[in-house]
């Protein structure tokens, strides 16, 4: 018998179930043999058990496959015991099948409490989960860190999707804790540790707001003062008012001043006249 | 005036008895995630359907059989038809093509544990069988017994979506048996 086929198989153990899925695997010794090996897996539920005892039906995704692990969740649809059975081929030898010791309920399965990661944006508490699959739900309890706090329970179905669980009060810790839910076998796991998250007090928003507050203020007033002022020098600039001094002033009409400057003339010319006859008697 | 006040209070006692009975026996009803079972019917449903040689007819909807069970009768429909699937349909049925096989084994498997579930609640006599779900549970055995036992079986799964409709429909909001 070919060595590599005797390795795949003299030590093939079939594992029905790991961490939070079910999957194959199959165990040697002798590591760097698998890359000849082709796997095929086959189940047989509880029906065929029961009603067509000939019939196997063949894994979706492993058969065939190169082993030593393969992921039988799309197989294993309902919670009854299911039989499985694997057989190695390298090249054109086959190995005998190999089942299961005993039949395998995916209701047996192990769950545990998901990867998480509690942060905050803000006041926002955010959690992120790690993806399980489409099975899998989540049930996240979440509570401010003080005695007597009301426990507040979500559940999460978005996969390795950050969730916003709820708005924190400044100055408060708060902290989180979350378990994985399969639906199809009812199961829950247990409760992850809690992971806690503090916010800031309110001094510096406090003091942001007042600066703010101020700020806005010092703007209500320095703007439409520096309007005025640039309102006037915008008018001192292209429209200036010419002030004349009260001499310079015209209080009469045109007409009265030149007959007025008339009768000044006459008067002057009289007054000339009269000076001139004594000038004219001395000649 | 006594009489009348009696008369009337047992009425409302026998009322509140009938729905606390019917109430229960909605409660005693399987809670699962049929959505599984949807998606794998829907990934066959053409095929099977094209696959049926008398389209114009029906085993499970003859004039509405289904929809006339009332809420007393429902466990002991859903038990009667989990039944007919598993003991007639999915044996009568055989398939080849290994795709198809495996969603018609992934419900006929979730058939095999919806009957463990409501096995419960026959061995809490909670699951009583009336005349009017017996004589529905006939009119659709006969249905399939007028066609030969492969068109029978091949029509009854194209029609698969009907049952679980009126499962969805008539456990929606129970609990958990």
Known sequence: ?283 | MKAPCVSLWLVAAVFFLCSVRARGLRRCLISMDLHHIEEAFQEIKKTIQAKDPFQNVTILSTSETLHRIKPLDVCCMTKNLLAFYVDKVFKDHQELNPQILRKISSIANSFLYMQKALRQCQEQRQCHCRDEATNATRIIHSNYDQLEAPSAAIKSLGELDVFLAWIDKNHQGTSAA
């Open chain 1, 1 to 283: 018998m070919d060595w590599g086929l005797l390795l795949c198989f003299s030590c093939s153990v079939i594992k029905g179930l790991r961490k939070n899925g079910w999957l194959v695997r199959e165990e040697s010794g002798v590591t760097g043999v698998w890359s000849k090996c082709l796997i095929l897996l086959a189940h047989k539920k509880e029906y065929e058990s029961l009603y067509m005892s000939h019939i196997w039906i063949p894994s979706s995704w492993c058969s065939p496959t190169e082993g030593p692990e393969c992921d039988i969740t799309d197989d294993v649809t309902a919670t009854v015991p299911y039989n499985l059975r694997v057989r190695a081929t390298v090249g054109a030898q086959t190995s005998a099948w190999s089942t299961l010791q005993h039949p395998f309920n995916r209701n047996s399965t192990i769950l545990t409490p998901p990867v998480m990661e509690v942060t905050k944006d803000g006041f926002h508490l955010i959690i992120k989960l790690e993806d399980l699959g489409p099975q899998f739900e989540f049930l996240v309890a979440y509570w401010r860190r003080e005695p007597g706090a009301k426990e507040h329970v979500k559940v999460v179905k978005s996969r390795g999707i950050p969730v916003h669980l709820g708005t924190m009060e400044p100055g408060a810790a708060y902290c989180v804790k979350v378990r994985t839910f399969v639906k199809a076998i009812g199961r829950h796991s247990p409760f992850s540790q809690a992971e806690c998250v503090k916010v800031q007090g309110e001094t510096l928003p406090l003091a942001l707001a007042l600066f703010a507050f101020v700020g806005f203020m010092l703007i209500l007033v320095v703007v439409p003062v520096s309007v005025w002022k640039m309102g006037r020098l915008l008018r001192y600039s292209c429209c200036p008012v010419v002030v004349l001094p009260d001499t310079l002033k015209i209080t009469n009409s045109p007409q009265k001043l030149i007959s007025c400057r008339r009768e000044e003339v006459e008067a002057c010319a009289t007054a000339v006249l009269s000076s001139e006859e004594p000038f004219k008697a001395w000649i």
